[in-house]
């Protein structure tokens, strides 16, 4: 569910526009790049495990909103965002992984039972990170960036019993990891 924030700047966006304007106002653009800023850095970041490679990324999905803004329509514009990260994200791992440069994997059979919080964020960091990535995608979006599973179907393009299950299986992937 998009944030109250997000509400009122797209609400306000409709209003001043009706819908079928497309999102072009430079004023609202800065309003849109304000809101979704921090939630699509934190998406990325949790994606891609490095500060400099998310503030790239993040600008990247600014650039191409913008180059984009006469196609967006306000009430697509929380899924389209996210889709373009998604997207830049993909690519960039797929680049990552033809260039060799892996993460490395966390230790297996580890007792989590007696780490301090710290070691078990970053336990569970390395899990998301090394869960496949359509589910990792899911599980990101849907339990960090807090999109319905509607929302989720349609950043990703697939359905809503797809969601389900990708959550599902991410879900059970994690606690495997963690266990």
């Known amino acids: 569910m998009p944030h109250a924030a997000a509400i009122k700047i797209e609400s306000r966006i409709l209003k001043k526009s009706g819908k079928t304007e497309k999102l072009s ?4 653009f800065k309003a849109v790049f304000y809101r979704y800023q921090k939630p699509i850095a934190q998406y990325i970041y949790l994606r891609v495990g490095s500060f400099d490679k998310t503030k790239d990324l993040v600008q990247d ?3 191409r909103l913008w180059q984009a803004r006469d196609r967006v329509r306000p009430d697509t514009l929380n899924a389209y965002i996210y889709k373009i990260a998604n997207n830049l994200v993909i690519d ?9 440069t ?3 994997r966390p230790e297996t059979g580890r ?3 007696t780490t301090d919080n710290i070691e078990k964020n970053l336990a569970l960091k390395l899990a998301i990170q ?7 995608t899911v599980f990101l979006l849907g339990r960090y960036q807090g999109l319905s599973y509607s929302e989720i179907a349609d ?14 299986k991410a879900m059970m992937r994690l606690k495997e990891l963690l266990t």
């Open 25 to 28: 106002l430079s004023e609202d």
């Open 61 to 63: 999905v600014f650039v």
């Open 92 to 100: 960039h791992l797929r680049r990552r992984k033809t260039e060799n």
């Open 102 to 104: 892996y993460m490395e």
């Open 111 to 113: 007792d989590y039972s």
């Open 130 to 136: 090394n869960l496949p990535p359509k589910l990792q």
């Open 155 to 168: 950043v990703c393009q697939i359905s809503y019993k797809t969601v389900v299950v990708r959550m599902s």
